[in-house]
């Protein structure tokens, strides 16, 4: 510190390199840490790997007094202090998972200023006998990481982080940092109210991750999907496999050790010695896969995941955006590939349709998912479509598969047409509803058991649809869907009309669709005439 004891910009640039080693700042850094050295507090975007530790990390070494550090992260504690240390850092942790011994060290090292940082799991300052301790301690910041935990109905949210806000009655001088890689602005809002930080300044990042290539493709075989990509574009590569499920997490890790590659299962039901020892080999080894449901990913630093995949839809896209943002993080080109299919999009719904809170909970979690399908089935640059849902504006990026490759749209008004009122008329006529499965059957004029046993054989719609083929007409659904032209309900998944199906239905509406794949490539085949 100056003379005066007043912390200078300077010592800042002093700590990135004698303490961390870099030669100069990241985007963003140096502001955020000239902010909160000067006692302020902010409120920090940016995505997953664009160096949010040090925005933190540097002010806590730069002012007087100790750091203090929450963080959900539990099992990366130790290594996040492992590596401070390695650096000549004086940090520490308290949490669940230590004895009464190690607490003691780590408080009377607090307490005698002989720490740097200290990290604390949220939960621990619902402890009075915690916030007694930080009370005859010296506290130069508060640091909230991850914090878009406090959003009650975000993805990863924790009813410990709600404790936060009281932080500031009770260290009113204390400055606040709160970190998040989680961007919409309704979330930013949140946090900001949530955590009462009406006073903290916004530091809002791009989002974009260039190096990141988005690709999105329909779900036919999606474990021999992913096999052909990994095989052609990843072999070797450590990467990660999302799964919804802990038994379809289970099956893939066991497909992909059969085939040759170190895959790994990740996931809650898991014995928790053997996912930290599943994690520390993904980690520590090269070219590991860990299959996992979205349970594991969040703080996970691993520099060289050259792949994320999903085999089955996100919730939402800032879902999407977090796990993909894993892939990449040294900034070398990396895969970021999702399959999907209808059925993807029926049971989502269910789970919508069944989960707890109230109808405007329920529109949310529908109003997320219809973004994440809209994501889907764009016809235009995915990642301008990923970036304007962040509120944030960019231009074609040539990096991902609708830039690589455009698809052809053509136009789907009579199909849809078709479609829609095949819906209807079992609808108004028989008072029935179906899933897709039977709807295309229908349209495609298959007299398979369930149509004879409805007797679907004899609607005017049987065989008007044999212009496409099964897989072209699972991708009309899917883009109805996405369009919002119809909708799925129910545990079957049946297929419903919606408010704007009428548009259609009564030709005031055209209907473009993007070509599928395998309908380019037909029409590609196709002699010209
Ligand atoms: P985030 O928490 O935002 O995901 P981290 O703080 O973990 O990101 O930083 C990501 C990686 O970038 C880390 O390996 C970190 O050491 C590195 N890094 C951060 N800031 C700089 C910098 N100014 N110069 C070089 N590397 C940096
Ligand atoms: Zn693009």
């Known amino acids: 510190t100056s003379p005066e004891n007043v912390p200078e910009v300077s010592d800042a640039s002093r700590v990135l390199h004698r303490v961390f080693g870099y030669t100069s700042f990241r985007e963003g850094q140096q502001e955020i840490i000239e902010h909160v050295v000067a006692g302020r507090d902010a409120l920090v975007l940016m995505p997953t790997g664009g160096g949010k530790s040090l925005c933190y990390q540097i002010p806590a070494l730069v002012r007087e007094g100790v750091g203090v550090v929450v963080s959900p992260l539990i099992a990366l504690m130790q290594d996040q202090v492992d590596a401070l240390t390695a650096l000549g ?67 990863d949210f924790r009813p410990d982080y709600l404790a936060l806000s009281t932080l500031h009655e009770r260290w009113p001088t204390v400055p606040r940092i709160a970190l998040t890689a989680t961007a919409t602005e309704a979330t930013h ?35 021999r999907q992913l096999l052909k990509l990994l095989r052609t574009e990843h072999p070797g590569d450590a990467g990660i496999v999302y799964c919804l ?89 990396s ?19 069944t989960s707890e809170g109230d109808a405007a909970h329920q529109r ?40 690589l490759s455009p698809p052809e749209s053509w136009d789907g008004t009579v199909a849809a047409q078709k479609l829609l009122s095949t819906v209807l008329r079992l609808q108004r006529e028989r008072r029935q509803k179906f ?15 369930k149509v004879i046993q409805h007797d679907h054989a004899s609607l005017t719609v049987f065989g008007v649809g044999t212009e496409l083929s099964e897989s072209e007409w699972r991708g009309v659904v899917r883009q109805l869907l996405a369009q919002g032209l119809l909708t799925v309900e129910g545990d079957y998944g049946t297929l419903v009309l919606t408010d704007t199906s009428a ?13 599928e794949p395998e309908r380019a490539a037909r029409a590609a085949k196709a002699p010209k005439a």
């Open 89 to 155: 850092v004086r940090a520490g942790f308290l949490n669940s998972t230590q004895d009464h011994d190690e607490r003691r060290q780590v408080e009377s090292a607090f307490l005698a200023g002989e720490l740097d940082l200290l990290y604390l799991a949220p939960e621990r300052l619902r402890v009075e006998s915690t916030l007694r301790l930080l009370d005859r301690g010296a506290i130069s910041l508060f640091a909230i990481d991850e914090a878009h935990c406090v959003a009650q109905w975000g993805h």
């Open 189 to 223: 809002a949140e946090i900001a109210s949530r955590l009462n930080l009406g006073e903290a300044r916004h530091f809002v990042a791009s989002f974009d991750r260039p190096n990141i290539q988005y690709r999105i493709e329909p779900k036919n075989e999606p474990r």
């Open 245 to 333: 499920s802990r038994a379809s997490v289970e099956k893939t890790a066991a497909f992909l050790a059969e085939n040759g590659f170190q895959a790994l299962p990740y996931h809650a039901g898991l014995d928790a010695r053997v996912r930290a020892a599943n994690q520390a080999r993904f980690l520590r080894e090269d070219g590991v896969i860990m299959v996992a449901t979205i349970a594991f990913g969040m703080g996970i630093d691993k520099p060289d995941v050259r792949f994320v995949a999903h085999l089955d839809l996100p919730k939402s896209v800032e879902g999407y955006y977090q796990e993909t943002g894993r892939a990449g993080r040294d900034g070398l080109p």
């Open 335 to 353: 895969t970021a590939w999702l399959a999907y299919g209808l059925q993807d999009v029926v049971q989502q719904r269910k789970m919508i349709d």
């Open 364 to 403: 949310r979690l529908g109003s997320h998912l219809d973004a994440m399908l809209a994501l889907c089935e764009a016809v235009e640059c995915r990642r301008v479509q990923l970036l304007a849902y962040f509120g944030q504006r960019s231009t074609a990026c040539g990096n991902c598969d609708t830039c």
């Open 435 to 449: 899933g897709a499965g039977q709807i295309i059957d229908i349209l495609l004029g298959k007299k398979t058991p």
């Open 503 to 515: 548009e259609v239905l009564g030709r005031q509406r055209q209907v473009p669709l993007r070509r």
